[in-house]
Every structure is written in C-alpha cells, then in structure tokens.
C-alpha cells in the first residue's frame, strides 16, 4: 500500500473553501485515492474516490494531477459541521473490499 | 445507502468482566466485517477481519483469546473483549464491505462505534 502524507491538522472559517491536499509519492498504476471523514466518536464515513483528473460528488471535489503522487480534496463553503478527521487512503480498486490502513489524517477544525 | 450498526454505542464494565460487542450489516449481506480500535486523538487501528463460517484473521500483536470474534450470520460480526482491563478502553469500530458490482462496491461502510470504559 502506498504511504500517505497529510497536514496532521487545519483550520477554517464558516463559508471558506478548504483544500487539504496528500501526497503518495508511490502511489502503484493500479491504485485508487479514496478519501473518508470521520466526526467524534462516530466511524468513518465515505466521501469520494477518484483515479486521475477530477472527480465531483454533492459533498466534495477531488483534484488529481496528471502525476498522481498528490491530491487534492476540496470541501467548497464549509459550515461547523464539516469539522472532522479527513483521511487520505490509497490502494487498488478491491481496496473497499479489504481492510483499509488508516494514516493520522488531518483534523479540520471549522471556526464560526 | 447500505448501513452497519453497532450495539452498545457505549458500555462502561469492572475490570475483569467480558464486554460483548455487536456489528450488523442492516440492509445487505456481509461475509466478511472488519474490527478497528481507536484511542483517544490517534486513527484507527486494524484488530481483525471476521469472515463468515469460519475464524477470524488476527493482526500481529493482537490476542485471539482476548478479543473474541464469531462471525454468526451474513449480517452479524460480534466482538467479545473477555476479561476486560483499563487499559482496553477504547472506541471499537467495525466495517463491511459494499457489495461487489452494486451500488457503494468501493467503499466500506462503517459502524457508529462503541465506546469501552473499563473502570
């Protein structure tokens, strides 16, 4: 599986746009980059996958570049309630039928 | 969406009693679940992989003993924490996969979690 790198933690305003960007240097031809929100004390939730380019979901956009080694995931007009762990997992496409290998994530603190 | 929940959301014991723990896949079948542990402000950690019909898989480090899995049916995954210590307190956190081919096929859908306190 392909390390994750990640900011450990962020903060934000209600209404601004948040990037929170990982970088997987080796990420394999094969991966995928699967992103998940976690709230306190509730399990993880998913919130978008993408291979390459760009991918949009009602949540959330996820910027891939041609290179692959980072992303990119974009939260546009966050509201306290976006305030959560944001984990960055990377691994092939059967990755939702394994167990998956949580990195620390970045805790995104969302200010009134 | 498919939807995994978990019974008790929170349960507090004495130090030396067993805690079980319950993990339902509501809506579809699950034949193999996951067990994660989480402390306090750290992410979460792999226990196990409980596969229907047959014994769970146990990560390194982890006491099969202790922490015991039984895999009842396609929708239920029960984690048993026997002989319970403080230093077992923690968030207990299960998975199932989304149906092969079908709708959420690459994702994991998550429990609520259970919050152990052994006193």
């Known amino acids: 599986l392909a390390k994750t790198t990640q900011p450990i933690s962020m903060d934000s305003y209600e209404g601004q746009e948040v990037n929170i960007t990982c970088s997987h240097n080796?990420?394999?031809?094969?991966?995928?980059i699967t992103w998940y929100q976690q709230f306190p004390s509730q399990g993880p939730r998913f919130i978008i996958q993408?291979?390459?380019t760009k991918v949009t979901n009602e949540v959330a956009s996820l910027f891939i570049p041609a290179d692959r080694k980072s992303s990119t995931l974009s939260l546009p007009r966050v509201s306290l309630s976006d305030t959560a762990v944001y984990y960055c997992?990377?691994?092939?496409?059967?990755?939702?039928?394994?167990?998956?290998?949580f990195g620390s994530g970045t805790r995104l603190q969302v200010q009134p | 969406g498919a939807v995994v929940s978990q019974h008790p959301s929170r349960v507090i014991c004495k130090s030396g009693t067993s805690v079980k723990i319950e993990c339902r896949s509501l809506?579809?079948?699950?034949?193999?679940m996951f067990w994660y542990r989480q402390f306090p402000k750290k992410s979460l950690m792999l226990m196990a992989t409980?596969?229907?019909?047959?014994?769970?898989?146990?990560e390194q480090g982890v006491e099969k003993d202790k922490f015991l899995i039984n895999h009842a049916s396609l929708t239920l995954s029960t984690l048993t924490v026997t002989s319970a210590h403080p230093e077992d307190s923690s968030f207990y956190i299960c998975?199932?996969?989304?149906?092969?081919?079908?709708?959420?096929?690459?994702?994991?859908?998550f429990g609520p979690g259970t919050r152990l306190t052994v006193l």
């Open positions: 998975s199932a996969p989304g149906l092969a081919g079908g709708i959420g096929d690459n994702e994991q859908f």
């Open positions: 080796n990420i394999a031809t094969n991966d995928y």
């Open positions: 993408g291979y390459k």
């Open positions: 997992l990377v691994g092939d496409d059967d990755t939702g039928r394994r167990a998956l290998t």
């Open positions: 809506d579809f079948q699950a034949t193999t």
């Open positions: 409980s596969n229907e019909g047959s014994k769970a898989t146990y």
